[in-house]
């Protein structure tokens, strides 16, 4: 059955949403849009899709990527503009393309870089932030605590954070740029980032953007070319 690859950003209220909320409200509309979907075997069918790396809750993207299966073929336009009339505010589906019968499903397990670009109301100089980012990144260890569902746990960051600098960002902002691991086999945050260089106080407004998903090694392009289906990378308005 046909498998289809979209691009979407999240923005506005969405942002609020949390990955399995999200998922729900792209089934519904993808119902309401009347869409052929194919569904899962046993007792409690679903459609098959499957996503990219969630969201951390508050944030927005730009190049959030999620897959469907469909049990009858439609073009790439068709998806696009039948879903695109059934989606809430914030939820903007930017491109679709069809992957060819003859490639590999598209599962996302190769995406394992994600680019961020996080904005602080600083109350700091720009020089201090860059020092802070310099002692950070001179450390040989980066060790921090996780707990959640599993038992907790120390994690060292320091080889997950690939690239961070800082720079000016309108009155009183500095927007650090952070390149960082991701995917199934674990990753930073930028959340924990943000702790480690001290600019999580209360008092201060914390705006996190995902800018780009990548396969390492690949350079970032403006859409997937043929035959490069998984590479997933910033978009440019």
Not at 95 to 107: F, H, N, S
Request: hydrophobic letters at 35%; charged letters at 30%.
């Amino acid at each position: 059955m046909p498998q289809y690859l979209c691009r979407y950003r999240k923005g506005g209220p969405l942002r609020w949403i949390g990955h399995l909320d999200l998922k729900r409200t792209l089934e519904r509309a993808m119902r309401r849009a009347r869409l052929p979907l194919e569904l899962t075997q046993g007792h409690n069918p679903h459609p098959k899709m499957s996503f990219g790396p969630p969201l951390p809750l508050g944030a927005t993207g730009e190049a959030e990527v999620f897959s469907l299966h469909l049990a009858e073929p439609l073009t790439a336009d068709a998806l696009r503009e039948r879903l695109r009339g059934q989606l809430p505010a914030g939820f903007d589906l930017r491109e679709v393309w069809v992957v060819p019968g003859y490639k590999k499903k598209e599962t996302f397990g190769d995406i394992d870089l994600a680019e961020y670009r996080v904005t602080v109301t600083a109350g700091l100089s720009l020089a201090e932030v860059e020092a802070r980012i310099h002692d950070l990144l001179a450390r040989a260890e980066i060790m921090v605590e996780r707990g959640g569902e599993r038992p907790e746990r120390n994690v060292d960051l320091r080889p997950m954070i690939l690239a961070l600098r800082a720079e000016e960002s309108g009155e009183d902002e500095v927007a650090l740029t952070m390149k960082l691991r991701t995917g199934s086999h674990g990753g930073a945050r930028p959340q924990e980032v943000v702790v480690l260089l001290g600019l999580d106080d209360p008092n201060r407004t914390v705006r996190i953007h995902r800018t780009a998903l990548a396969v390492e090694g690949e350079a970032p392009s403006e859409r997937p070319r043929p035959g490069l289906h998984r590479r997933w990378t910033r978009t440019r308005k």
